[in-house]
């Protein structure tokens, strides 16, 4: 079948594509920017990409006519909470008439599991998208999932970086809401599964797993799995705001996105509905089950998407394209060059460089300047990155943002996340004499950008060169 997938690029649509491939599928990816577009050449070459964005005027010429199947995964819960459900109605709009004079005879559309009584906002704005889906030209798949525990899942990173890092928790009243999780492995056994099967046209069902836990209890269950000891000591006086504040410092989650994770956590969310996975024959992972998944693919270093590499989790929700040309005019540079004595080395260190690894020179300086970063809303370093050893255009890289990552070319370019009074770059590039030239730009805005840039130029010193030096001397 020809498939049209929206949201390609997303934490879901990352993990669908390589199994519709194996499918044997004919995929045709949807994407804001091809160039963001995080995946190996090898698949590149057995898809096909268009550059959509479905806020935007709808132009008909895009898409080819013959499309059989189409997956809705677009979401707009980004920067804002207060106008993402506008966004979300705009684009499922427009995505219904890219689709009117198509031949598509199946939507298949992932939401947020429903609780009829009392909706957040997130969900409300999640339902009215299905509601306007199916008033489409073609037969709507609605799939309601909740908490998805997978590796490189927003609520499993939440969960991870909580109870690795606290013996103590101080808890709001939330954490004991009941929910129902499902893994990773599940969700997309019924969106591959739901392909063209009639028996799912025109309708919704609830897609979860075996457990009813609250959220308490699933962070009592992950430290039990990982071996560590835990005490939650729950408190009715930590107001919304305040738990948004508190997700916030203790994960690595955005502001924004912890406030509207909070207002949906509130609600009880509990499957009313299991007729799918008898109809499709799955048989639901148990919540320990989907832990001890996600770090088997973690220990493997095969995390395939994670939603830190979103926009979701950064400061910018615009195009970040239009930062790849790096400034020269009303700048302040760093340009600091090394002859490397083993240049695969070398450039091996760059494509490791953050995360785990660290910054190679200074790294308390850079957790402390992560910290500070996060302190004023920021990003912080909590973000690491998703993979050891490799890096791809769009990916999140603690502070910063890959906006070009071309290893052929032996170059990286990163724009800063961080809360800074302008906007800065760093690239790393090996040119054909084996030198490694470092290059930090700041662009300032007004004089307090200038403030910044000298008060740091003692810190910039020693750490840029010491990390320069690192990189080019084995």
Same mark, same amino acid.
């Given at each position: 079948?020809?498939?049209?997938?929206?949201?390609?690029?997303?934490?879901?649509?990352?993990?669908?594509?390589?199994?519709?491939?194996?499918?044997?599928?004919?995929?045709?990816?949807?994407?804001?920017?091809?160039?963001?577009?995080?995946?190996?050449?090898?698949?590149?070459?057995?898809?096909?990409?268009?550059?959509?964005?479905?806020?935007?005027?709808?132009?008909?010429?895009?898409?080819?006519?013959?499309?059989?199947? $189409?997956?809705?995964?677009?979401? %707009?819960?980004?920067? #804002?909470?207060?106008?993402?459900? &506008? /966004?979300? !109605? @705009?684009?499922?709009?427009?995505?219904?008439?890219?689709?009117?004079?198509?031949?598509?005879?199946?939507?298949?559309?992932?939401?947020?599991?429903?609780?009829?009584?009392?909706?957040?906002?997130?969900?409300?704005?999640?339902?009215?998208?299905?509601?306007?889906?199916?008033?489409?030209?073609?037969?709507?798949?609605?799939?309601? $999932?909740?908490?998805?525990?997978? %590796?490189?899942?927003? #609520?499993?990173?939440?969960?991870? &970086? /909580?109870? !690795? @890092?606290?013996?103590?928790?101080?808890?709001?009243?939330?954490?004991?809401?009941?929910?129902?999780?499902?893994?990773?492995?599940?969700?997309?056994?019924?969106?591959?599964?739901?392909?063209?099967?009639?028996?799912?046209?025109?309708?919704?069902?609830?897609?979860?797993?075996?457990?009813?836990?609250?959220?308490?209890?699933?962070?009592?269950?992950?430290?039990?799995?990982?071996?560590?000891?835990?005490?939650?000591?729950?408190?009715?006086?930590?107001?919304?705001?305040?738990?948004?504040?508190?997700?916030?410092?203790?994960?690595?989650?955005?502001?924004?996105?912890?406030?509207?994770?909070?207002?949906?956590?509130?609600?009880?969310?509990?499957?009313?509905?299991?007729?799918?996975?008898?109809?499709?024959?799955?048989?639901?992972?148990?919540?320990?089950?989907?832990?001890?998944?996600?770090?088997?693919?973690?220990?493997?270093?095969?995390?395939?998407?994670?939603?830190?590499?979103?926009?979701?989790?950064?400061?910018?929700?615009?195009?970040?394209?239009?930062?790849?040309?790096?400034?020269?005019?009303?700048?302040?540079?760093?340009?600091?060059?090394?002859?490397?004595?083993?240049?695969?080395?070398?450039?091996?260190?760059?494509?490791?460089?953050?995360?785990?690894?660290?910054?190679?020179?200074?790294?308390?300086?850079?957790?402390?300047?992560?910290?500070?970063?996060?302190?004023?809303?920021?990003?912080?370093?909590?973000?690491?990155?998703?993979?050891?050893?490799?890096?791809?255009?769009?990916?999140?890289?603690?502070?910063?943002?890959?906006?070009?990552?071309?290893?052929?070319?032996?170059?990286?370019?990163?724009?800063?996340?961080?809360?800074?009074?302008?906007?800065?770059?760093?690239?790393?590039?090996?040119?054909?004499?084996?030198?490694?030239?470092?290059?930090?730009?700041?662009?300032?805005?007004?004089?307090?950008?200038?403030?910044?840039?000298?008060?740091?130029?003692?810190?910039?010193?020693?750490?840029?060169?010491?990390?320069?030096?690192?990189?080019?001397?084995?």
């Amino acid at each position: 079948m020809k498939i049209l997938l929206t949201g390609a690029n997303g934490y879901i649509g990352m993990r669908l594509l390589p199994l519709l491939i194996e499918m044997e599928h004919e995929v045709i990816c949807a994407v804001r920017s091809a160039s963001r577009f995080s995946i190996e050449k090898e698949v590149l070459e057995k898809i096909e990409i268009v550059e959509i964005d479905f806020l935007e005027e709808v132009d008909n010429n895009l898409l080819p006519k013959d499309i059989d199947v $189409a997956y809705y995964l677009i979401h %707009s819960m980004t920067g #804002s909470t207060t106008d993402f459900d &506008d /966004l979300e !109605e @705009k684009s499922a709009l427009n995505f219904n008439a890219y689709l009117e004079n198509l031949s598509v005879k199946q939507v298949i559309y992932l939401t947020g599991m429903v609780n009829e009584d009392e909706m957040s906002k997130h969900l409300q704005s999640r339902k009215k998208v299905g509601d306007i889906l199916s008033q489409g030209n073609f037969h709507l798949t609605c799939l309601q $999932a909740g908490i998805i525990v997978g %590796s490189g899942s927003s #609520s499993f990173e939440i969960i991870r &970086d /909580l109870c !690795e @890092k606290l013996p103590v928790m101080i808890t709001p009243r939330w954490v004991n809401t009941k929910t129902q999780p499902i893994a990773i492995r599940n969700v997309l056994d019924f969106l591959t599964l739901s392909i063209g099967n009639e028996k799912t046209y025109d309708d919704s069902f609830d897609i979860s797993g075996s457990d009813v836990m609250t959220y308490k209890t699933m962070m009592l269950e992950y430290c039990k799995i990982r071996g560590l000891n835990l005490h939650i000591v729950g408190v009715p006086f930590l107001s919304p705001k305040l738990s948004s504040y508190w997700l916030y410092f203790m994960t690595s989650t955005s502001y924004m996105l912890a406030a509207n994770l909070v207002d949906s956590m509130k609600i009880e969310v509990v499957s009313k509905d299991n007729r799918l996975e008898k109809m499709l024959g799955i048989q639901p992972l148990t919540y320990t089950e989907a832990i001890k998944a996600a770090f088997d693919k973690i220990e493997q270093n095969q995390v395939l998407s994670s939603w830190k590499d979103s926009r979701v989790s950064g400061r910018f929700t615009s195009d970040l394209n239009k930062y790849i040309k790096v400034p020269t005019h009303g700048c302040l540079i760093d340009r600091q060059e090394m002859k490397s004595d083993n240049p695969k080395a070398s450039l091996e260190k760059i494509w490791s460089i953050g995360g785990k690894k660290g910054w190679y020179y200074g790294n308390k300086l850079w957790k402390f300047r992560g910290f500070l970063d996060k302190l004023f809303g920021g990003v912080g370093l909590r973000r690491g990155r998703t993979h050891p050893n490799k890096i791809f255009t769009g990916d999140s890289l603690d502070f910063w943002r890959v906006l070009l990552a071309d290893k052929d070319e032996k170059r990286l370019l990163l724009f800063a996340e961080m809360k800074v009074p302008g906007e800065a770059w760093l690239e790393f590039y090996i040119d054909e004499n084996n030198i490694v030239h470092q290059t930090a730009t700041f662009r300032p805005k007004g004089i307090w950008g200038r403030l910044y840039w000298y008060s740091m130029l003692p810190f910039h010193y020693f750490i840029f060169a010491g990390m320069l030096e690192r990189i080019a001397k084995s």
